[in-house]
């Protein structure tokens, strides 16, 4: 098995996932259920073959963690839809999984059995992997933050709603989106702590990537004191969700490109 092998698994995922999504719309949610879970089941036969045929996780390279991102967006997407039944959610996670798989496809990295001594840790897996389901998580409720921010009433009734505050039920799941992420997140960063530990002998170092994981976990910590202390000031907290957001992805691919972080961090994703 190799990578070119993964056109032939994330082609029928995505038709699953999209089949699923449709079935949501649809309110058609034994068939979600089954559709999406079966794409799911597809597309991990892909990342456990390639796991043994690199004899390590997949999880070094960009392109790498990008695999697991694919896998877990949908794998949020129906978590999120059997606790609240959003018909929009299945939609979403598949659409931004099959960017990132398009992204895997088109503009392929170098992958190879090569793993640096520091990578060799149990830590090292879960805590990449806890970290990809907290993003996906995150960025799901990203989307409906953005919803509740820029939608637009098309009746002169539901303008006069506009200046109302979202439904308390809606604001309440994406509060709940966001606690499980931010659990996820924690336990992530607990995890790369004994990795650290274990790998170079101190817990945090304040490299670049832990100082920017660092600045995105309060600034989620940021938003949910908003909710618990000024539940009526939604704005300002959606926005927060937002900001937090884009910090986040300064903390996942951002780094790279930082200069600070070329030949010093030991967190920049390289072929």
């Not at 959610?89 to 960017?99: D, K, N, P």
């Not at 990809?132 to 098309?154: D, E, H, I, Q, V």
């Amino acid at each position: 098995m190799n990578w070119n092998h993964f056109v032939y698994f994330a082609t029928p995922a995505v038709l699953l996932w999209m089949l699923g999504a449709w079935a949501a719309w649809k309110s058609r949610g034994r068939a979600a259920f089954a559709l999406t879970a079966a794409g799911l089941l597809v597309f991990f036969s892909f990342i456990l073959a390639i796991w043994i045929s690199l004899e390590r996780p997949p999880l070094r390279t960009m392109g790498e963690t990008r695999l697991w991102y694919s896998f877990f967006l949908p794998l949020a997407g129906i978590i999120v839809y059997s606790r609240w039944r959003y018909k929009w959610i299945l939609s979403f996670s598949t659409l931004m999984a099959i960017v990132f798989i398009c992204v895997n496809l088109f503009k392929p990295e170098i992958h190879n059995k090569t793993l640096m001594p520091a990578l060799q840790s149990p830590w090292f897996a879960p805590h990449v992997i806890v970290y990809m389901f907290c993003y996906a998580m995150f960025g799901a409720a990203t989307l409906m933050a953005l919803y509740f921010l820029f939608k637009r009433p098309s009746s002169p009734k539901s303008r006069e709603d506009a200046a109302r505050p979202a439904p308390r039920s809606s604001l309440s799941a994406l509060d709940n989106m966001v606690y499980v992420g931010y659990c996820f997140m924690t336990l992530g960063m607990l995890f790369g702590a004994l990795w650290a530990k274990e790998a170079w002998g101190h817990y945090w170092a304040w490299d670049p990537k832990e100082t920017w994981a660092a600045i995105t976990w309060f600034a989620y910590l940021v938003y949910i004191h908003l909710r618990i202390a000024r539940p009526q000031a939604e704005k300002p907290a959606l926005w927060t969700l937002v900001v937090a957001f884009l910090l986040l992805q300064m903390c996942w691919w951002g780094i790279n490109y930082l200069p600070s972080a070329q030949g010093v961090s030991v967190h920049t994703y390289n072929t």
